[in-house]
T-cell receptor, first 111, second 119 residues
């Protein structure tokens, strides 16, 4: 089992739709969580950190459920410019600190 | 967010030559930098962790003599692909970690990547 798993995608949605991405992690020693966005042939860019209480930034809402070892990202009112790959990222300390990237979920928003 | 500069952005070279890629943290000091490789439509693959003033830690399966990493200062790490071959053609991305006392909250910021094509 991979340490960080994401919905395989791709997600194809119309403009204005609400879309949710899921991510699960296997190691309970995981300590902090992030969502990154990666455009085609570009570097990943930090979208938002994920806190236990959940956090919102405009149209984006991230939530963490430690009991279920589950992270989510909700995008409301999708824009064409939201088309990208979304990476779930987990920092964990298992006898050594490491950062694990999920394989990413591809989103296509269409007019 | 923090700025990480990576240079060059695109390299085409002949088989057998060596290619050097630089990664700089422009507005912060990075004791730790990371080097990743990404093939088309695949996820990031961590190659090595570069620590300032010490030897890099390579991931399993990554040849340290093939991919030379030097982290000579708190703002600069370099990756040299020695004797490059066509199978080394890939997208190489560096990142730098902004440190806090709580390592678990450290965030990685990425360079723009280097697209290497070996002919």
């Amino acid at each position: 089992r991979k340490e960080v798993e994401q919905d395989p995608g791709p997600f194809n949605v119309p403009e204005g739709a609400t879309v949710a991405f899921n991510c699960t992690y296997s190691n309970s020693a995981s300590q902090s969580f992030f969502w990154y966005r990666q455009d085609c042939r570009k570097e990943p860019k930090l979208l938002m950190s994920v806190y236990s209480s959940g956090n919102e930034d405009g149209r984006f809402t991230a939530q963490l459920n430690r009991a279920s070892q589950y992270i989510s990202l909700l995008i409301r009112d999708s824009k064409l410019s939201d088309s990208a790959t979304y990476l779930c990222v987990v920092n964990m300390n298992t006898g050594g600190f490491k950062t694990i990237f999920g394989a990413g979920t591809r989103l296509f928003v269409k007019a | 967010g923090a700025v990480v500069s990576q240079h060059p952005s695109w390299v085409i070279c002949k088989s057998g030559t060596s290619v050097k890629i630089e990664c700089r943290s422009l507005d912060f000091q990075a004791t730790t930098m990371f080097w990743y490789r990404q093939f088309p439509k695949q996820s990031l693959m961590l190659m090595a962790t570069s620590n300032e003033g010490s030897k890099a830690t390579y991931e399993q399966g990554v040849e340290k003599d093939k991919f030379l990493i030097n982290h000579a200062s708190l703002t600069l790490s370099t990756l040299t692909v020695t004797s490059a071959h066509p199978e080394d053609s890939s997208f190489y991305i560096c990142s730098a970690r902004i440190g806090t006392k709580n390592l678990a909250k450290n965030i990685q910021y990425f360079g723009a990547g280097t697209r290497l094509s070996v002919l």
